[in-house]
């Protein structure tokens, strides 16, 4: 198995259709909301919210509120026992879990210049790839 690069995504963008992003690897950024260690399942939101499973990162020695840079492959999620309660209850038809396999600290990060570099990067690709054609 090769491991792909991870496809720059906001986390509004893979709650909103998850099914689109089932299978690819993903690099998210947000602000890490819970943690759970007995069962390595965490919460990160920026605008919306995602799961991480953190099984593959070891020791998770990141705190509540910091801002985290995750990469990892994004699956659907069919098994919800684990979850807390708040999680739980998604109306979504399909509940996406990323499998985190690096994650580091971003406090720091100017998350709307993030955004704003994300749109001039991902407008840039697109004519790029529009004038190779």
């Not at 759970?36 to 099984?55: F, G």
């Not at 699956?75 to 919800?80: G, P, S, T, Y």
């Not at 038809?93 to 406090?107: F, G, H, L």
Request: charge should be negative; include cysteine.
């Amino acid at each position: 198995m090769s491991l792909t690069h991870g496809e720059i995504a906001l986390i509004s963008e893979v709650a909103q259709n998850p099914s689109q992003w089932v299978g690819k690897t993903i690099r998210v950024v947000g602000l890490l909301n819970h943690y759970d260690m007995t069962h390595d399942i965490a919460v990160v939101e920026q605008v919306s919210r995602l799961i991480i499973d953190t099984k593959l990162l070891g020791n998770f020695g990141y705190h509540l509120g910091s801002t985290l840079m995750l990469i990892g492959d994004v699956e659907e999620l069919e098994d919800k026992s684990n979850l807390p309660d708040m999680l739980r209850q998604s109306s979504q038809k399909c509940t996406p879990i990323v499998r985190a396999r690096i994650a580091r600290c971003a406090d720091g990060l100017d998350l709307s210049l993030y955004q704003t570099a994300l749109d001039i990067r991902r407008d840039f690709e697109k004519q790029w790839s529009e004038a190779r054609v």
